[in-house]
Nanobody
């Protein structure tokens, strides 16, 4: 059974940092694009960041550029999101996802991704 399991979320003060992890099992995603999305209460799921198979190409939403960093370790089938300078508007459930039809093209649409984790909650207090 293929699983993506996020961890690392929590409650943090504005300006703080968190490191989210996404551990994959049941299938290797080392040849696939992977991404992070988030969904705030009452809002649609939105793109945060994506990374190509090698980790050398990345893409970010404008709202997180310069504050968030996506990375991957294919040796242990794990995706990361380092989030710094957190703002209250970053509060959301964060999801990792895998796009098994691409290895370099970084899609921003959620419906282009094939596998999803269950999400980890990030709450930023002001």
């Amino acid at each position: 059974q293929v699983q993506l399991v996020e961890s690392g979320g929590g409650l943090v003060q504005s300006g703080g940092s968190l490191r989210l992890s996404c551990a994959a099992s049941g299938r290797t995603f080392s040849s696939d694009v992977m991404g992070w999305f988030r969904q705030a209460p009452g809002k649609e799921r939105e793109f945060v960041a994506a990374i190509n198979w090698s980790g050398r190409i990345t893409r970010y939403a404008d709202s997180v550029k310069g504050r968030f960093t996506i990375a991957r370790d294919n040796a242990i089938n794990t995706l990361y999101l380092q989030i710094n300078s957190l703002k209250p508007e970053d509060t959301a459930d964060y999801y990792c996802a895998a796009d098994i039809h691409n290895n370099n093209y970084l899609n921003v649409r959620p419906d282009e991704y094939d596998y999803w984790g269950q999400g980890t909650q990030v709450t930023v207090s002001s």
